[in-house]
């Protein structure tokens, strides 16, 4: 078993940025690849961004290309995510997550195997 904790979160200005960290902890975790995504109120979860084991590999939602950049330390087993230019739309429960197979990039929920327990993310305008 993988346990998945993420932390960073908070609340931050239109524009501004904040990082968020996923520290795995259990068993092979550095051999994942793995992902982020998202659930606003009222809304169903979508994919943010993902991330192969050797982290040559990354895909982005459209909503967030060109501003969140994710990344990982697999000496740390930690998976980042750094969001810059954040806006109201942003704001939403952030989850990190590992796939059902260990080498499938996951970019769709049918894709997640595990689930951290989230962290909120508030953009004010």
């Known amino acids: 078993q993988v346990a998945l904790v993420e932390s960073g979160g908070g609340l931050v200005q239109a524009g501004g940025s904040l990082r968020l960290s996923c520290a795995a902890s259990g068993r092979t975790s550095s051999i994942y690849a793995m992902g982020w995504f998202r659930q606003a109120p009222g809304k169903e979860r979508e994919f943010i961004a993902s991330i192969g084991t050797s982290g040559d590999r990354t895909y982005y939602a459209d909503s967030v290309k060109g501003r969140f950049t994710i990344s990982r330390d697999n000496a740390k087993n930690t998976v980042y995510l750094q969001m810059n230019s954040l806006k109201p739309e942003d704001t939403a429960v952030y989850y990190c997550?590992?796939?059902?197979?260990?080498?499938?990039?996951?970019?769709?929920?049918?894709?997640?195997?595990?689930w951290g327990q989230g962290t909120q993310v508030t953009v004010s305008s």
């Open positions: 997550v590992l796939p059902r197979i260990f080498f499938i990039i996951p970019r769709q929920t049918g894709d997640v195997g595990s």
